[in-house]
């Protein structure tokens, strides 16, 4: 089994949405079931059969979520020393040279990623590029318009 790199932050949320559909959201599935069955015909019962359905849905993620920990190797990057190097976990401060903005990302595993909230994905373009790389190396990023230039300004891991 090819283990999955993961943030803690990442197995923490992980493990809530975890605990939240095994011990609120089964529950109250496997009570409106109970509920729908008790109404008679379940061919024409729409609410069983809406039940169900979410029932698949909830233990589909369930699954989804156990192999995903279970498969995971979580780096703590707290823990290591910072040589100012791009690794997975690190938050990076990047002078994007084309306009002289800043933009920060945190390299996350794929899970993780929400551009929005600047979490970007390892296997992404851009962190491909980064990882590996060191303060005031600049990184070359080929999008489908043109390659950007990026100067790694900060590295930070927490």
Do not use: C, W
Not at 20 to 29: A, F, M, T
Not at 43 to 72: V, W
Request: hydrophobic share 40%.
């Amino acid at each position: 089994m090819e283990r999955v790199p993961m943030t803690v932050q990442g197995e923490k949320m992980l493990r809530k949405e975890l605990e939240r559909l095994k011990n609120h959201e089964r529950p109250k599935i496997v009570q409106a079931i109970s509920d729908a069955r008790a109404l008679g015909d379940l061919k024409e019962n729409a609410e069983y059969h809406a039940a169900r359905e979410q029932q698949s849905f909830i233990e589909g993620r369930i699954r989804d979520i156990e192999a995903k920990l279970s498969a995971a190797r979580v780096i703590d990057v707290q823990h290591l020393d910072n040589d100012g190097k791009v690794i997975f976990g690190s938050t990076v401060s990047l002078l994007l040279e084309a306009d002289q903005t800043t933009v920060t990302y945190q390299i996350v595993g794929d899970d993780e990623a929400d551009v929005k909230a600047n979490k970007i994905s390892v296997h992404s373009p851009l962190a491909r590029a980064l990882v590996g790389k060191y303060v005031d190396d600049v990184v070359d990023v080929e999008t489908p318009h043109r390659v950007d230039h990026y100067e790694i300004v900060k590295v930070v891991y927490h």
